[in-house]
């Protein structure tokens, strides 16, 4: 059967200079085996499938794969997939506002000036690392205890721990081995400066570290921190991705009751898939 089908890279808006996101538009029908197969074949860190809203408040419905599991929210494609589903011709009962439907719940998504964003999801797991674990962390990022500024559980999903070092500089300087949780790094840049802060993800994948090119989720959770902390100020510009000749751009805002989270998308690939 042919399905709809996007490539999207998200957090720019230049091509292939940011987060590249599989996109399956039309998914009804389709087993979990089916799902999780593609999504392994297309080798990218996350696939998502479009289906029927389940919810009566929400435009539509989204399960995100990596390559091995599902996710019940990730911010990349949480943006990607929106930016997707309105480029093929959805409409949102509220021009302003769509509603995702995932598995972590409702996630709203507004259109700004830089793109879309969605309001960072409310965390599951926060607070400060224990000292062992800091300590750990260290080692796997091959620095010294003494450079980590501050560390802080910043889970929303995918289990994210946030790694604070005092430079932007420190942060792209780093040559981790090999990783066994995922580990979010974050860094000011100089004041004046375009960005305010440099990100870096490093995962765990099949014996090795994986880097994530540009992290919506992390960069969400990250932003509940550093603005809980007064160490930022909305709002701000994160650059992630520029140790691995990417130019990713997250900007994160404020209202009175959310913190978004958006980015520039474009299309790269459309067509058809046989699935």
């Known amino acids: 059967m042919l399905r709809r ?3 999207v890279d998200v957090f720019t808006s230049t091509p292939y200079l940011g987060n590249p996101l599989a996109v399956v538009l039309d998914a009804d029908g389709l087993t979990d085996e089916e799902m999780q197969r593609f999504a392994h074949w297309t080798n990218l860190s996350e696939t998502t499938f479009l289906l029927p809203p389940s919810s009566p408040e929400a435009d539509y419905r989204v399960r995100i794969f ?3 599991s599902e996710l019940p929210f990730a911010g990349h494609p949480t943006l990607g997939t929106c930016h997707a589903w ?3 011709g959805g409409r949102p009962r509220d021009p302003d506002r769509i509603v995702q439907e995932c598995g972590a719940g409702l996630v709203p998504i507004r259109r700004t000036n830089p793109g879309l964003a969605f309001a960072a ?3 599951l797991r926060s ?7 800091v300590g750990h962390l260290a080692t796997l990022l091959g620095i010294a205890r003494s450079d980590i500024v501050d560390a802080q559980w910043a ?5 994210w721990v946030a790694v604070l070092l005092s430079s932007a500089e420190e942060v792209l300087a780093l040559r981790p081995g090999v990783v066994d949780l995922d580990i979010g790094v974050v860094g000011p840049h100089p004041p004046g400066s375009p960005q305010a802060f440099e990100v870096r993800a490093f995962c765990p994948h099949h014996g090795a570290t994986a880097e994530d090119p540009v992290t919506g989720s992390l960069n969400a959770s990250l932003a ?3 603005l809980a902390t007064g160490r930022a100020t909305a709002p701000y510009t994160a650059s992630q991705g520029t140790a691995l000749g990417r130019a990713g751009r997250v900007h994160i805002t404020t209202d009175a009751d959310d913190i978004w989270v958006g980015g520039n998308a474009i299309t790269c690939i459309h ?3 046989a699935l």
Not at 155 to 159: A, L
């Open 66 to 68: 990596t390559g091995s």
């Open 127 to 133: 607070g400060p690392v224990e000292e062992s674990l």
């Open 121 to 123: 999801p409310a965390l």
């Open 271 to 273: 067509g058809d898939l």
């Open 5 to 7: 089908f996007r490539q």
């Open 155 to 159: 889970d929303n999903g995918p289990g």
């Open 224 to 226: 509940q921190w550093l």
């Open 86 to 88: 309105l480029e093929a």
